[in-house]
Every structure is written in C-alpha cells, then in structure tokens.
C-alpha cells in the first residue's frame, strides 16, 4: 500500500467542511510536495512532520511523498493538518494498519518532539464529525471546547505517540466526557449604579426587546459603566445559542474557552478600530466584533469618534442580523445578530447643555460632531436618550440601587411573553407581524400619527416606535398597546432631528 486517505477538517467561515488527507508515496529522488490550495502554515507542516516523525522513532520513508488536500479549490490553513498528513505517511509506508483510520477524524498540530498542540476551531469541526457518526481525535487542549458539541465522540491525545497506538489497538484513547456546564455567569450588577432612572428604565425596555441604544450625555455621568451592565439584564442563553456563540468564537484567533459556556459576549472595541476589525475580514475571513459580539452586546463608546466608512459598514448587519465577506477565492457568512449600545458627548468638549456654561463650542462646531453619525445609521438606532449628570442626593445616597437581578426577572418575564405570542424578540418583527401584534387604540394611533408629522419620522423609525411601544406593554405585562406605551416610545425618538 503506498496510498492513504486520512479524514480532517478545514474552515470557512464558522463552516468546517471535510478534507480528504491523501498520501501518496513514488518513486523518485527523496521529495515531500504538498498541495490542494496549501497556505504557508501548511506547507511547512512538513518539516514540522518530519521531525515528529523522526524524533519519535518512526521511519520516514526516502521517496517522493505527495500530500493532496482534496477539495483542491478549497483553501487550507493553520497547522491543523499536521497530525493527518503523520498518519497518512505511516499508514502509506504500511506503518499502521490504514484500515483503523476509517471511522476517524483527525486535527492537531505538531511539534518537533511529537507533542500535540491545540489548534482553532476545535468545536465548529466537532459539530460537523458528529454529523459524520466519526470519533474526533484532537490535542488535549481542544477537548474541553469539542466536548461542547453533545454527542460527539470526543479522543484527546497527548503526543502522536498516543494516538498510534490507539489506532494499533494497543491503548485505545479514553473518550472525553464534557462535565456539566455552570449556567451561573457573573456580570456586573446595576446596583453599583447611582442615580440614572430613566437611563435605566430605558436598558431594560431595550433589552427585553433586544433593541440597539445610544446614550448622549456629558464625560463621567455613568454611560460606559450602565453599558457594561446591560449584558447582565438580559435574558439566559439557549442551548442553540450558545453553542452558536461558542463555534463563532472558537473560529477566532482569540478561540473560545468552555469556562465561558452560556455567557452573553460584550464587546467594546476601540474607536480606532478598522472596517476589518470591526466586520471580518482576511485573505481567509475571520470574524470580526460585530460576529463575535452574536447574541450579545457591542458597546461603541465616543461613537461619532469612530471611522465613519466603520459606523456605515454596521447598517447592513443591524438589519440582516449577519455579515458577508467576499474575497477573490472565497466567501464567508457570519452571524452578527448583536445588540448595539453606543455612547456619545452632546459636543466635542461634552459639555453642552451644562448649567454651569462650561461649553464653548459654536452651533457650527456641534452639528458637525454629531453629523459624524449619519442619519440612516441613527435611523436604525431604536432608543436614544440623554443621560444627564446625576444630582448630587443621588451619588450621596446611603446602600444600593435595583440590583440586575430584580431587572432581570422582569426582562424574562417579558422575553418569554414574546417567543410565546410570537416567536422572536419584538426588534425583529415583520411588517405583518407589526400589524398583527402591534395595533393600538385610538388615542394612541392620534398619538402616532401627530408624531410622526411632528418629529418627521421615516416609515422605519415609526415601525420601531411601536416595537418599542410593544416591548414596554410587555415588561407592563398588558397585552393591548395603550397611549402610554406610545408616547414612551416616541419620547425615546425625540433626538432623532439632532443627526
């Protein structure tokens, strides 16, 4: 037998489709070739193997080695393919039995001594082996993230060692059970919070309707530490979600770790941050803020400081609730169902509207630091609201504030109100769902319609009014929207002319 084929993985996107691993050995002058769209990572798995190889005492054979990673238009990378293509040599050079490797998978990279080390994506490529009915062998390092995907034979080793002589039958590796995920995650508490009632009535009504918020207020009145609270108001993950916000992470160069399981991402990336780093990107995409924040909060804080070829790049997502990149060999989908919290100053200086007169900045000067946010991208902003700086009885008050818990209760309260009338949050209701579940009485449709000449509304910014409207009957547990509802709403869009 001079032909092998040793099952792995690749990945696009948060995708990891399947790579034959074939290994073929000619005759010829001493020669180790391997193709199949290879990136340099890949390409020196071959010094990498032949040193594994070497160093743990098998033969590497002297002949012409050829390496295919079939399907050869799809590109390959990282070191993942190291512990196939070992595999494949031995079981071409008849070193093992190629029989054993048929009801496996394999990814690991090597080291010079045979170690194995962890590679990225662990968990995007167990989901799929399960779907394959394969037992996945991985580093021990992997395991734990693997583990995650429930129902998949899970074969950590340690060394290429180890995996040979589970494949000899001589120590069969033992499976890795995953232990039982904590659904406890700590999150900072709202109590910590002085003052600030509106700001915080307004996060709770965002995030039982999974709505994108925008505070504008002066420098220290509390914006970015009420943002850093508002993943801990919202509802707990499902198991489909979290398993989705695991895979998109473990695809990342960061990757994922099982400690985190079930737990909201916040990101909070900085102004200076690129359109790549914000969206994704890459010769071989990877995810960028806005995926990795899937299912969780991204905070943009000094927002009008941000590009604004970045702030435009989050129209598209905040709609679709996903992210394409294309590039000239490739294109990835990503996820990118976040919620947006952005804080911004009413001025350059931040101190605009002060009753102390501190600001000196012309009208001029202020219409164009707020013009940095453009109108269609303010438009898709469901709630904006001033947050002012607090009063001094309030940061001077004795104990603490509503802690996130009892907020919480009520967020779940109303989330769960809605996937039981309706299937989804109300921030992605349909046209026909809003007429549906959105109809209101008389008083409160004069309030609309007065509004909507008043304020000059567009025909998306009144949709969300009234899912915002749906959302506060919600956390109000009424089933019928009223007057009051309405205006709250409308009160959340009354900035709208200031962008």
């Known amino acids: 037998m001079s032909l092998a084929t040793v099952a792995s993985r690749a990945l696009a996107g948060i995708d990891a489709p399947e790579v034959a691993v074939e ?22 798995a071959k010094d990498r193997v032949r040193a594994a190889l070497n160093h743990t005492r098998f033969e590497f054979p002297a002949r012409r080695i050829t390496v295919n990673l079939a399907p050869a238009d799809l590109p390959k990378d990282s070191g993942r393919f190291d512990l196939p293509i070992a595999l494949g040599i031995l079981a071409a050079s008849g070193q093992i039995a190629p029989e054993a490797l048929a009801a496996h998978e394999f990814a690991g990279e090597l080291s010079l001594t045979g170690d194995l080390r962890p590679v990225r994506g662990a968990l995007a490529m167990a989901l799929r082996v399960r779907e394959a009915a394969r037992a996945f062998v991985l580093p021990e ?32 590796l033992p499976r890795f059970d995953a232990p039982a995920h904590a659904p406890a995650c700590v999150y900072p508490d709202f109590c910590e919070v002085k003052g600030q009632p509106q700001a915080k009535r307004a996060l709770e009504v965002a995030a039982a309707g999974a709505h994108s918020v925008l505070m504008i207020g002066p420098p220290g009145t509390g914006k970015s530490m009420l943002a850093a609270r508002f993943a801990g108001i919202l509802p707990p993950l499902s198991e489909a979600e979290a398993l989705e916000v695991a895979a998109i992470h473990s695809v990342s160069a960061a990757g994922f770790e099982a400690a985190r399981w079930g737990e909201r991402p916040y990101r909070a990336p900085h102004h200076s941050a690129s359109g790549a780093a914000m969206v994704g990107g890459g010769n071989l995409p990877r995810p960028g803020e806005i995926s990795l924040a899937h299912r969780g909060v991204l905070f943009l804080d000094e927002l009008p400081e941000f590009d604004r070829d970045v702030l435009e790049a989050l129209r598209e997502p905040l709609e679709s609730g996903r ?6 060999a490739r294109q990835s989908l990503f996820p990118a169902r976040f919620q947006l919290v952005a804080a911004m100053n009413p001025c350059p200086c931040g101190h605009c509207g002060s009753p102390a007169g501190r600001c000196r900045c012309t009208p001029e000067r202020i219409a164009r630091y707020r013009g940095r946010v453009s109108g269609p991208l ?66 409160g449709d004069q309030l609309l319609r007065h509004a909507f000449a008043r304020l000059m509304l567009s025909a998306r910014a009144y949709h969300r009014v009234l899912r915002v409207a749906r959302s506060i009957a919600d956390l109000a547990g009424e089933t019928a929207l009223r007057a009051a509802h309405i205006a709250e709403a409308i009160q959340y869009r009354r900035l709208d002319a200031s962008f």
Request: aromatic content about 0%.
């Open 23 to 44: 290994v073929h050995l000619g005759p010829g002058l001493p020669a180790f070739t391997i193709v199949g769209l290879p990136d340099a990572e890949v390409r020196e």
């Open 323 to 328: 992210v394409s990149i294309s590039r000239a």
């Open 378 to 443: 303010a438009d898709r902003i469901d709630i904006k609201l001033e947050v002012p700086a607090p009063r001094e009885s309030d940061l001077m008050a004795p104990g603490a504030t509503e802690p996130s818990e009892a907020m919480r209760a009520r967020v779940l309260a109303a989330h769960r109100r809605q996937l039981e009338r309706q299937g989804v949050p109300n921030a992605l209701l349909g046209t026909r769902e809003i007429d549906r579940h959105c109809a209101t009485d008389k008083e």
């Open 141 to 172: 390092g992997n395991a734990p993230q693997a583990a995650l995907a429930e129902g998949a034979h899970i074969l950590p080793a340690r060394t290429l060692l180890e995996v040979v002589a589970h494949l000899c039958g001589e120590a069969p």
